[in-house]
């Protein structure tokens, strides 16, 4: 099965979240891993599986203004942020609305502050729900990948995020096994 896994990313952590995903999916499948401005619909349409993350930004998915102040932010001077080449476009929120409806697998995922995420907010459970209503299964519940308050990601955070891409690889198999039986 072909798995596309799309991110938006501001400042590079959810990519490099997104890299260790592609690497745990490709187990158990063909992976193509691209920017949300790159997920094209010929790509949506040819996997089986999609698996979406962004950061979570006001407690939530980014919006246009939330992705300025990210933007402002890094021009500060001795910020020590970079703005990831790829976080041009309308990002994932934008995306998700504009996907077409489908009866697929999909997971999602978001890094965030580390912390109880009742205070943070999370990212992933709005792709989530956006996901599940636009016709999408969830195979696995949403995940969130860690960074601190100087927005580095915590230690062991990449590789659980790879051990995280093999499980819903396994289950994205598991799910289609199910209802080709039934
Ligand atoms: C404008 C803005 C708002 C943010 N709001 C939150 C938030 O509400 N909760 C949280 O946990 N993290 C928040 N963060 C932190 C980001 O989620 C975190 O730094 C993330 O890893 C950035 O991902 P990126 O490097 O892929 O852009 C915010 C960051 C920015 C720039």
């Known amino acids: ?22 690497a745990g999916l490709s187990a158990t499948h063909q992976v193509t891993l691209v920017p949300v401005n790159r997920a094209t619909p010929e790509l949506v349409a040819a996997s089986g599986l999609i698996v979406a993350g962004s950061p979570t930004h006001m407690h939530g998915m980014p919006t246009g203004a939330t992705r300025r102040m990210a933007a402002e932010a890094a021009g500060r001077p001795g910020s020590g942020l970079a703005v990831d080449p790829d976080a041009d476009g309308p990002g994932l929120r934008s995306w998700l609305a504009g996907l077409s409806a489908r009866d697929g697998l999909a997971a999602s995922f978001d890094t965030r ?61 598991a799910a289609l096994a199910a209802s080709e039986r039934s």
Do not use: C
């Not at 400042?11 to 995903?21: E, H, Q």
């Not at 990601?153 to 590789?159: I, Y």
């Open 1 to 22: 099965m072909r798995a596309l896994v799309v991110y938006e990313s501001m400042y590079g952590n959810t990519r490099a979240i997104a890299v260790d995903i592609a």
């Open 113 to 173: 502050f580390s912390g109880l995420a009742v205070l943070t907010g999370r990212a992933s459970q709005g792709i989530a729900r956006l996901l599940a209503g636009h016709g999408y299964r969830l195979v696995i519940a949403p995940e969130s990948f860690l960074v601190s308050k100087q927005n580095t990601l915590l230690a062991g955070e990449t590789g659980r995020a790879r051990s995280w891409g093999a499980l819903a690889g396994e289950a994205a198999r």
